[in-house]
Protein backbone atom coordinates (compact mmCIF):
# COMPACT_ATOMS: atom_id res chain seq x y z
CA UNK A 1 0.00 0.00 0.00
CA UNK A 2 1.17 3.30 -0.65
CA UNK A 3 1.99 6.29 1.82
CA UNK A 4 -1.42 8.26 0.70
CA UNK A 5 -4.59 6.67 0.94
CA UNK A 6 -8.12 8.26 -0.14
CA UNK A 7 -10.73 8.86 2.18
CA UNK A 8 -13.00 6.08 0.84
CA UNK A 9 -10.27 3.38 0.99
CA UNK A 10 -9.49 4.77 4.60
CA UNK A 11 -13.47 4.25 5.81
CA UNK A 12 -13.25 0.78 3.81
CA UNK A 13 -10.58 0.20 6.30
CA UNK A 14 -11.95 2.10 9.12
CA UNK A 15 -15.54 -0.34 9.11
CA UNK A 16 -14.90 -3.01 7.04
CA UNK A 17 -12.00 -4.76 7.54
CA UNK A 18 -10.52 -7.79 8.44
CA UNK A 19 -14.58 -8.25 8.74
CA UNK A 20 -17.94 -6.41 8.04
CA UNK A 21 -18.85 -4.11 11.01
CA UNK A 22 -15.72 -4.76 13.16
CA UNK A 23 -14.08 -0.87 13.51
CA UNK A 24 -10.33 -0.28 13.52
CA UNK A 25 -10.15 3.09 15.32
CA UNK A 26 -6.66 4.17 14.50
CA UNK A 27 -7.93 4.27 10.70
CA UNK A 28 -11.14 5.51 11.65
CA UNK A 29 -9.46 8.21 14.12
CA UNK A 30 -6.94 8.76 10.68
CA UNK A 31 -10.52 9.17 8.78
CA UNK A 32 -11.64 12.03 10.90
CA UNK A 33 -8.54 13.76 11.21
CA UNK A 34 -7.99 14.34 7.95
CA UNK A 35 -11.81 15.38 7.04
CA UNK A 36 -11.19 17.32 9.63
CA UNK A 37 -7.56 19.02 8.43
CA UNK A 38 -9.51 18.73 4.35
CA UNK A 39 -12.49 20.47 5.94
CA UNK A 40 -9.91 23.25 7.59
CA UNK A 41 -12.18 22.93 10.67
CA UNK A 42 -10.07 21.48 12.98
CA UNK A 43 -10.06 25.01 15.28
CA UNK A 44 -14.24 25.13 15.32
CA UNK A 45 -15.51 24.87 18.59
CA UNK A 46 -18.59 23.16 19.53
CA UNK A 47 -21.09 23.75 22.27
CA UNK A 48 -22.24 20.06 24.27
CA UNK A 49 -24.47 18.85 25.61
CA UNK A 50 -25.10 18.27 29.63
CA UNK A 51 -25.69 14.69 28.45
CA UNK A 52 -23.28 14.98 25.68
CA UNK A 53 -20.60 16.39 28.22
CA UNK A 54 -21.16 13.46 30.64
CA UNK A 55 -21.27 10.94 28.29
CA UNK A 56 -17.97 11.91 26.87
CA UNK A 57 -16.40 14.26 29.79
CA UNK A 58 -14.85 12.06 32.60
CA UNK A 59 -16.81 13.11 35.60
CA UNK A 60 -15.60 13.53 39.05
CA UNK A 61 -13.63 11.12 39.73
CA UNK A 62 -15.30 8.62 43.39
CA UNK A 63 -12.63 7.73 46.33
CA UNK A 64 -13.08 4.69 46.08
CA UNK A 65 -12.59 3.77 42.48
CA UNK A 66 -10.00 6.35 41.78
CA UNK A 67 -8.60 4.20 38.58
CA UNK A 68 -11.97 4.22 36.93
CA UNK A 69 -13.69 7.89 35.47
CA UNK A 70 -17.30 8.26 36.15
CA UNK A 71 -19.45 9.04 32.74
CA UNK A 72 -22.81 7.50 31.66
CA UNK A 73 -20.86 5.06 29.76
CA UNK A 74 -19.23 3.61 33.20
CA UNK A 75 -21.86 3.69 35.04
CA UNK A 76 -23.93 1.45 32.54
CA UNK A 77 -20.58 -1.46 32.63
CA UNK A 78 -20.74 -0.70 37.09
CA UNK A 79 -24.74 -1.58 36.40
CA UNK A 80 -24.04 -4.37 34.18
CA UNK A 81 -20.65 -6.05 35.83
CA UNK A 82 -23.31 -6.01 38.92
CA UNK A 83 -26.22 -7.18 37.35
CA UNK A 84 -23.84 -10.31 36.15
CA UNK A 85 -22.88 -10.49 39.63
CA UNK A 86 -25.79 -11.20 40.85
CA UNK A 87 -26.83 -13.75 37.94
CA UNK A 88 -24.45 -15.93 39.12
CA UNK A 89 -25.28 -15.72 42.62
CA UNK A 90 -28.42 -16.48 41.70
CA UNK A 91 -27.43 -19.81 39.72
CA UNK A 92 -24.53 -20.39 41.89
CA UNK A 93 -25.50 -23.47 44.90
CA UNK A 94 -25.76 -22.49 48.50
CA UNK A 95 -22.18 -22.80 50.04
CA UNK A 96 -22.31 -24.63 53.50
CA UNK A 97 -22.30 -22.12 56.07
CA UNK A 98 -26.04 -20.53 54.36
CA UNK A 99 -27.05 -24.64 54.40
CA UNK A 100 -26.12 -24.83 57.84
CA UNK A 101 -27.91 -21.68 59.09
CA UNK A 102 -31.07 -22.52 57.07
CA UNK A 103 -31.46 -26.12 58.65
CA UNK A 104 -31.30 -24.49 61.50
CA UNK A 105 -34.82 -22.73 61.21
CA UNK A 106 -37.56 -25.60 60.25
CA UNK A 107 -36.30 -25.46 56.59
CA UNK A 108 -34.60 -28.48 54.94
CA UNK A 109 -32.52 -26.47 52.78
CA UNK A 110 -30.65 -29.60 51.41
CA UNK A 111 -33.32 -31.30 50.27
CA UNK A 112 -34.82 -28.55 48.38
CA UNK A 113 -31.70 -27.53 46.70
CA UNK A 114 -31.53 -31.39 45.48
CA UNK A 115 -34.55 -30.58 44.65
CA UNK A 116 -33.53 -27.75 42.41
CA UNK A 117 -30.85 -29.95 40.54
CA UNK A 118 -33.24 -32.64 39.81
CA UNK A 119 -35.77 -30.46 38.44
CA UNK A 120 -33.01 -28.49 36.31
CA UNK A 121 -31.67 -32.31 35.30
CA UNK A 122 -35.00 -33.17 34.26
CA UNK A 123 -35.42 -29.52 32.75
CA UNK A 124 -32.29 -30.33 30.45
CA UNK A 125 -33.52 -33.67 29.92
CA UNK A 126 -36.98 -32.85 28.60
CA UNK A 127 -35.06 -29.96 26.55
CA UNK A 128 -33.17 -32.51 24.65
CA UNK A 129 -36.02 -35.03 24.03
CA UNK A 130 -38.34 -32.38 22.69
CA UNK A 131 -35.35 -31.70 20.05
CA UNK A 132 -35.20 -34.90 19.30
CA UNK A 133 -39.07 -35.32 18.61
CA UNK A 134 -38.38 -31.94 16.46
CA UNK A 135 -35.64 -33.53 14.84
CA UNK A 136 -37.61 -36.74 14.05
CA UNK A 137 -40.81 -35.00 13.19
CA UNK A 138 -38.54 -33.15 10.32
CA UNK A 139 -36.97 -35.81 9.22
CA UNK A 140 -40.86 -37.29 8.86
CA UNK A 141 -42.21 -34.34 6.88
CA UNK A 142 -38.88 -34.54 4.57
CA UNK A 143 -39.52 -38.05 3.90
CA UNK A 144 -43.76 -37.25 3.38
CA UNK A 145 -42.95 -34.69 0.85
CA UNK A 146 -40.87 -36.74 -1.01
CA UNK A 147 -43.33 -39.61 -0.97
CA UNK A 148 -45.66 -36.91 -2.44
CA UNK A 149 -43.59 -35.99 -4.97
CA UNK A 150 -42.60 -39.41 -6.24
CA UNK A 151 -46.34 -40.40 -6.08
CA UNK A 152 -47.25 -37.05 -8.04
CA UNK A 153 -44.33 -38.25 -10.39
CA UNK A 154 -45.95 -42.22 -10.82
CA UNK A 155 -49.27 -41.22 -10.99
CA UNK A 156 -48.39 -38.74 -14.07
CA UNK A 157 -46.87 -42.02 -15.79
CA UNK A 158 -49.50 -44.19 -14.89
CA UNK A 159 -52.08 -41.46 -16.72
CA UNK A 160 -49.37 -41.17 -19.44
CA UNK A 161 -49.10 -44.87 -19.69
CA UNK A 162 -53.52 -45.25 -19.41
CA UNK A 163 -53.89 -42.46 -22.12
CA UNK A 164 -51.42 -44.75 -24.61
CA UNK A 165 -52.57 -47.82 -23.91
CA UNK A 166 -56.36 -46.50 -25.02
CA UNK A 167 -54.39 -45.34 -28.28
CA UNK A 168 -52.79 -48.68 -28.78
CA UNK A 169 -56.00 -50.18 -28.03
CA UNK A 170 -58.20 -47.82 -30.28
CA UNK A 171 -55.58 -48.72 -32.89
CA UNK A 172 -55.87 -52.37 -32.37
CA UNK A 173 -59.95 -51.94 -32.87
CA UNK A 174 -58.99 -50.19 -35.88
CA UNK A 175 -56.86 -52.62 -37.58
CA UNK A 176 -59.45 -55.22 -36.37
CA UNK A 177 -62.13 -53.66 -37.73
CA UNK A 178 -60.30 -52.60 -41.56
CA UNK A 179 -58.74 -56.52 -41.81
CA UNK A 180 -62.63 -57.96 -40.77
CA UNK A 181 -63.62 -55.62 -43.82
CA UNK A 182 -61.06 -56.56 -45.71
CA UNK A 183 -61.70 -60.15 -45.79
CA UNK A 184 -65.44 -59.37 -46.23
CA UNK A 185 -64.39 -57.64 -49.34
CA UNK A 186 -62.05 -60.06 -50.28
CA UNK A 187 -64.25 -63.22 -49.47
CA UNK A 188 -66.96 -61.76 -50.58
Known amino acids: MSGSVTFKELLNLAIGSPELGAVNFNALYSLLYGLLEQLQVGDVRRKLSQEEREFILPGPVNVADSEKPSSLFHHLQDKVARMEARLQHLDALPSSDSLLQASQSQKRPVEEM????????????????????????????????????????????LDSLSDQMTKVRHQQCLEQESSHRWRLLRDG
Do not use: H, P, Y
Request: no cysteine.
Open 114 to 157: WQLMQLKKKTEMNEDGVNKVMSSLQELLNTFNSLKQANALIQDR
